[in-house]
């Protein structure tokens, strides 16, 4: 990228446990709600993933030789709490005390997520969830567990990944049973719930672990107007705080946004509250702000004939043009295509300017530290004669690396970089047809070959952008 990056910027990369682990009845874990939402939908299950589980050391000697000082990961709540609550599963535990003790015998600061999608099935089976209350309490005491054990050796804790997403695709990030289905203000219940937890979760952080500091993923997209039309800058102005705020607020300043809140009031969908509930997420700020940044999302005021509650449902074809629906938000705002973006063959736009904006645009809000926990593009890799050459995505991370360099340069405080994916993992939409990783795994959806790791052309370029701190 050709620019040096401040002293002490964190390289690396990130995964999810479910997405990148395998066993995933392994050892006395049991399953969690993506091992089966995973299932029947026509591409790879998460049973055998990466086969990270097994192949955390090869992994890790990867990790070593590009470079990195940072790696993000999740814990899988079923591999240590099997029934979601009880007693740990020691040979899980053992998984997670390998996975920390070896990357940090190897220079590299272990960067976890408490929470990535995985509830464990029993929860969902005893009570729904996360649509119940109980899951607050329940989330709570895993997470403290963690803390406990790892705290001495870990100290910045992301807590919950992409809240936005969870909620955007709120019957495919949940085991949602079917009764709630046709009931939207199920998501923003979910939601509330995951406030509380990590609030709570977030308190007993800086209680518990010395220097601790608490910090969520949220799964960003800044928000462009179709045009200057008023009506279609007042709906970019509601999309940001219903989709972006709405996390955003809660998390630093303690409060869900006044309009968008009264906006779901009006609507029937505002979580149902307790008394005290603001006094716990107040109390329960965050410290720092993961971004996870792929593409930047248009919308416009909608249209008189659409103005009708409609879900978002991704490009699962991977034809570009095949958007399954854009989401409407009745008379607040409606999205589409931004005729003025590039995208790639998922309808992703392809945003750099979108980083720049978002990290200036979040910094001047909230005044916080931010660390790029996810950002990549996602593309159909050919091996070929043992090489990868995804020249596209080198393109991509240079371009999207200027943009934070610019943010930093114009103030904001970024203080790493750990895009999607390290190794490839199992898309949560589209299995390995869709790959994100500096290194293939050779494996398809279907057959799971000898799942060896290949570097691609993306991971060398890495090695020398890493080894000069951004001026490669
Ligand atoms: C984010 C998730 C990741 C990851 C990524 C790519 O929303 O945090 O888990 O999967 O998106 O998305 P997908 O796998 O759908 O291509």
């Not at 955007?168 to 509380?196: A, C, R, S």
């Not at 200057?228 to 869900?256: C, Q, R, V, W």
Request: proline content about 4%.
């Amino acid at each position: 990228i050709r620019k040096e990056m401040p002293k002490g910027f964190l390289w690396g990369a990130s995964t999810s446990a479910y997405q990148v682990e395998g066993a995933a009845e392994e050892d006395g874990k049991k399953l969690s709600q993506m091992d089966v939402l995973n299932r029947g939908t026509g591409f790879a299950d998460a049973s055998v993933a990466s086969d990270h589980y097994h192949r955390y050391k090869e992994d890790i000697a990867l990790m070593k030789e590009c470079g990195f000082t940072a790696y993000r990961f999740s814990f899988s709540w079923s591999r240590i709490f099997p029934d979601g609550v009880g007693e740990a599963n020691p040979k899980g535990l053992e998984f997670y005390d390998n996975l920390v003790d070896e990357l940090v015998k190897n220079g590299i600061r272990p960067v976890p997520t408490i929470y990535h999608y995985d509830m464990p099935m029993a929860l969902v089976e005893k009570y729904d969830g996360w649509v119940s209350r109980q899951s607050v309490d329940d989330f709570v005491a895993y997470g403290e567990f963690l803390i406990r054990r790892y705290g001495d050796r870990i100290k910045d804790w992301l807590i919950i990944n992409e809240q936005s997403i969870i909620v955007e695709f709120w019957k495919k990030k949940n085991y949602v049973p079917e009764k709630y289905h046709g009931d939207p203000q199920v998501k923003f219940q979910i939601n509330h719930h995951m406030n509380l937890g990590q609030a709570k979760l977030s308190k007993r952080i800086h209680e518990l672990v010395e220097g601790g500091r608490s910090g969520a993923a949220i799964g960003y997209s800044p928000v462009y107007g179709l045009d200057s039309t008023p009506k279609n800058m007042l709906a970019m102005l509601n999309a940001e705080d219903l989709k972006n705020h709405f996390f955003l607020d809660i998390y630093f300043k303690g409060k869900y946004p006044a309009g968008a809140f009264r906006y779901l009031e009006e609507h029937g969908m505002a979580p149902v509250m307790e008394a005290g509930d603001m006094d716990i997420i107040r109390e329960g700020k965050l410290d720092f702000l993961g971004v996870n940044y792929y593409a930047s999302k248009c919308v416009r005021f909608p249209d008189a004939d659409k103005n009708e509650l409609t879900e978002a449902k991704s490009n699962l074809s991977g034809r570009k043009g095949a958007m399954g629906a854009y989401e409407v938000m009745p008379d607040f705002y409606q999205y589409m295509k931004n005729p003025n973006a590039d995208t790639n063959d998922w309808d992703w736009t392809i945003d750099p300017t979108g980083m720049q904006y978002l990290l200036r645009d979040i910094y001047e809000r909230y005044e916080i530290p931010m660390i790029i926990t996810e950002n990549g593009l996602g593309a159909r890799d050919v091996l070929e004669d043992g090489k990868v050459h995804d020249d596209y995505r080198i393109d991509y991370w240079s371009r999207h690396l200027q943009a934070i360099h610019r943010a930093i340069e114009l103030g904001v405080d970024v203080r790493g970089f750990l895009p999607w994916s390290f190794v490839d993992v199992l898309s949560t939409s589209n299995g390995y047809q869709k790959r994100y990783g500096l290194v293939y795994v050779n494996r398809d959806d279907e057959d799971i070959k000898d799942l060896a790791r290949i570097p691609k052309d993306s991971f060398y370029w890495y090695q020398k952008v890493i080894a000069t701190n951004g001026a490669h």
